[in-house]
């Protein structure tokens, strides 16, 4: 249980593993991005006629089976990758690339999507600067501090979204306040947000899918599975970025929804776009507004470097399996412990935040998420049903079929809604991926390159066992020194 898994890549250098529980928990925090949830309030609050705390409860309950399976299959293979990994591992390197492939359209735009949010914010801030002026600046600085040191990254990423989550705090500590006084829905105690007489499960699910962005990041954390001090704080910490990442978003949906219990108070603009700066000028004025969207700001940017650093280490996967590029996407610097060409490429592609528009971007992003959610949840069944025949038992039955069948079933709730211009555009790039395989593997006639067992995180055979039989939280305890 104590081996440490420290895969060598070209350069000769190595991740470096420094990062406790509580670090991946605050990067998958960020990833999520706590304020979103004052984002997207007005445009799913009228989609769901006033329910958007229930819309959040639908996603949660999705995400907490999908969460589950991230959590088994993590424990059992503490590999860099994310569902590329796991598919190529516990079922076959072909299908495992695809998948890796079409969840990168969710990695690499994401950081696109984080990058273009902070333009909106600071054109509003500073008008009458060139837009691109601020793209690039944004782009030195992510990509300057991910570049240099994970740790960093961490340490800042953090202070980030500490204080993202402490004005929230006051948000609650506001409109509590208020509804005591009798304005919003006038009480704190109420149903409404969850059930009245005009709610239909359709437009529930519909709006389902779109706070379904919101938790984009718990999967994310898996990236971190070479940098986590233990292999075995990787469950727990997936589990608790849901846990928590969901507490967060139904409390503040909760009381924005008393606060705003109906959707005909937001003016057009919160209603196409952002409602952040309307809720926070109704709660608490004008200073109030440039806290909240200081808010804003600090979340979307721990967003933006979590999510930055994390597709890095999904190339730099990719690359070590010699999928793409070895030289280049599988070289870590041996000075800063990082994947450093894979962190500029991406910075680089950030740039492109100049052109395109946030709907069009964000559109695209939950199709690589559902592929990489379902995919998982069967990568569970693969490798402990299957490969570890763990199928006998009522019990292994429930934990490695059922339940991740039932993740699937959730998940598939989900892409019923998917916008028409999330599957064209990943349906194009899915193309383009089968195209590059045939190429690749000469036709389907050679699996993708394998691991070299010299290199490789062979070390996952050594552990699962023991890993896989942790279901609950108190189980999967981090070892005392390393936290």
């Known amino acids: 249980m104590g081996t440490k898994i420290q895969p060598l890549a070209q350069g000769g250098g190595a991740l470096k593993r420094n990062l406790g529980l509580w670090a991946i928990v605050g990067l998958g925090?960020?990833?999520?991005?706590?304020?979103?949830?004052?984002?997207?309030?007005?445009?799913?609050?009228?989609?769901?006629?006033?329910?958007v705390p229930l819309a959040y409860v639908l996603a949660l309950v999705v995400m907490?089976?999908?969460?589950?399976?991230?959590?088994?299959?993590?424990?059992?293979?503490?590999?860099?990758?994310?569902?590329?990994?796991?598919?190529?591992?516990?079922?076959?390197?072909?299908?495992?690339?695809?998948?890796?492939?079409?969840?990168?359209?969710?990695?690499?735009?994401?950081?696109?999507?984080?990058?273009?949010?902070?333009?909106?914010y600071l054109e509003?801030?500073?008008?009458?600067?060139?837009?691109?002026?601020?793209?690039?600046?944004?782009?030195?600085?992510?990509?300057?501090?991910?570049?240099?040191?994970?740790?960093?990254?961490?340490?800042?990423?953090?202070i980030l979204i500490t204080f993202a989550i402490i004005v929230i705090v006051a948000f609650v500590a506001l409109v509590w306040t208020q509804l005591a006084r009798g304005e919003g829905a006038g009480t704190v105690l109420s149903v409404q947000p969850f059930l009245h007489g005009g709610v239909e499960f359709g437009a529930v699910l519909a709006g389902a899918t779109v706070v379904c962005f919101s938790f984009i990041g718990f999967d994310a954390v898996t990236m971190y599975a070479e940098e986590a001090k233990h292999p075995s704080i990787m469950p727990k910490a997936i589990l608790w970025t849901v846990i928590l990442g969901g507490v967060i978003f139904l409390i503040s949906s909760y009381f924005t929804q008393l606060r705003f219990?109906?959707?005909?108070?937001?003016?057009?603009?919160?209603?196409?776009?952002?409602?952040?700066?309307?809720?926070?000028?109704?709660?608490?004025?004008?200073?109030?507004?440039?806290?909240?969207?200081?808010?804003?700001?600090?979340?979307?940017?721990?967003?933006?470097?979590?999510?930055?650093?994390?597709?890095?280490?999904?190339?730099?996967?990719?690359?070590?399996?010699?999928?793409?590029?070895?030289?280049?996407?599988?070289?870590?610097n041996p000075k800063t412990h990082t994947p450093t060409f894979n962190i500029v490429l991406v910075g680089a592609i950030c740039l492109f935040a100049m052109s395109f528009s946030l709907d069009l971007i964000a559109s695209f992003i939950n199709f690589g998420a559902l592929i990489a959610f379902t995919f998982v949840n069967i990568s569970v069944i693969a490798w402990f049903a299957v490969r570890k025949g763990l199928r006998r038992t009522p019990r292994d039955i429930v934990r490695y079929i059922?339940?991740?069948?039932?993740?699937?079933?959730l998940t598939g709730l989900l892409w019923v809604n998917l916008s028409a211009d999330a599957l064209i555009g990943g349906t194009v790039w899915t193309v383009i991926g089968i195209v590059?395989?045939?190429?690749?593997?000469?036709?389907?006639?050679?699996?993708?390159?394998?691991?070299?067992?010299?290199?490789?995180?062979?070390?996952?055979?050594?552990?699962?066992?023991?890993?896989?039989?942790?279901?609950?939280?108190?189980?999967?305890?981090?070892?005392?020194?390393?936290?």
């Open 29 to 51: 925090l960020g990833y999520m991005t706590p304020t979103i949830v004052f984002d997207t309030f007005g445009i799913v609050s009228q989609q769901t006629n006033n329910v």
């Open 64 to 120: 907490m089976f999908t969460a589950v399976s991230y959590g088994k299959i993590a424990g059992a293979i503490p590999s860099a990758g994310s569902a590329y990994t796991y598919v190529r591992e516990s079922i076959h390197p072909n299908l495992g690339f695809m998948v890796g492939w079409t969840s990168l359209i969710d990695y690499i735009l994401l950081p696109m999507v984080n990058c273009l949010i902070i333009r909106n």
């Open 124 to 158: 509003q801030l500073i008008p009458g600067i060139w837009p691109g002026v601020w793209v690039i600046l944004y782009c030195i600085f992510a990509t300057s501090v991910i570049y240099l040191t994970m740790r960093g990254t961490s340490n800042l990423n953090m």
């Open 261 to 332: 219990p109906d959707w005909h108070q937001f003016d057009d603009a919160s209603l196409t776009d952002s409602s952040l700066t309307q809720i926070g000028d109704v709660v608490g004025g004008r200073v109030f507004q440039i806290v909240l969207t200081s808010a804003g700001f600090a979340a979307t940017l721990a967003s933006g470097l979590a999510s930055h650093a994390s597709v890095a280490r999904m190339l730099l996967v990719m690359g070590r399996n010699n999928v793409l590029p070895r030289k280049t996407f599988g070289y870590i």
């Open 402 to 409: 059922v339940m991740p069948l039932i993740g699937m079933g």
């Open 436 to 483: 590059y395989l045939l190429v690749i593997t000469r036709g389907f006639r050679r699996k993708v390159a394998s691991f070299d067992e010299n290199e490789a995180v062979t070390g996952y055979n050594k552990v699962p066992e023991e890993l896989a039989e942790l279901d609950d939280l108190d189980e999967l305890r981090e070892p005392a020194g390393d936290r």
